[in-house]
């Protein structure tokens, strides 16, 4: 006689502790430092096409499932995730046929800030943990062309950062 071994589906819905909540409106304030810091980093080039970005607004996307919102440009994909425990994650791709191309100096600097953006300043644990930087070369290029190539959307805006006036 064979036992009926089917379990009910889980959940994909996580209970948010209200704990849990300020601290990923810590990553959230983070992530947009680390974004603000991006595009002030993407003044320093003169051709339109270095200093263009995308923004996605997952929110708005039904099917979407964990990702909050992003910022691809040329060099890098810096993603808002909200993982599977509740928590957000802040992710960095980078891509490396840039650094091939411009040196890692850029890329150092951003990291620098995603750094600072998520270090907790008095010493308590903050949201050190939510910053993923993954050291792997990823075609962020591509994606981001794709991105461009569709143009506006429903969810994603493409942009360009103004250079500053020269003195």
Known sequence: ????T?????TQFVMVTPEAQVTNNEVQK???????AAQQLLTKFEMVKYRTYVTVDNLKDEQNTNFICEFICHFWS?????GRDGRY?????YD???????GSNLTNLLLREAYRATNSED???????ALKVMFVDHDVRSYYYRLCFEGDTKTATIAVVERPEAA
């Open 89 to 93: 994650y802040i992710y960095i791709n």
């Open 1 to 4: 006689m064979k036992k009926n």
């Open 96 to 102: 490396g046929n840039s650094i091939e191309k411009f």
């Open 30 to 36: 983070a992530y947009q430092k680390i974004i603000e």
């Open 6 to 10: 089917t379990s009910k589906p889980a």
């Open 78 to 82: 810096i993603n808002l995730i909200n």
């Open 123 to 129: 010493g308590t644990i903050g949201c050190e943990y």
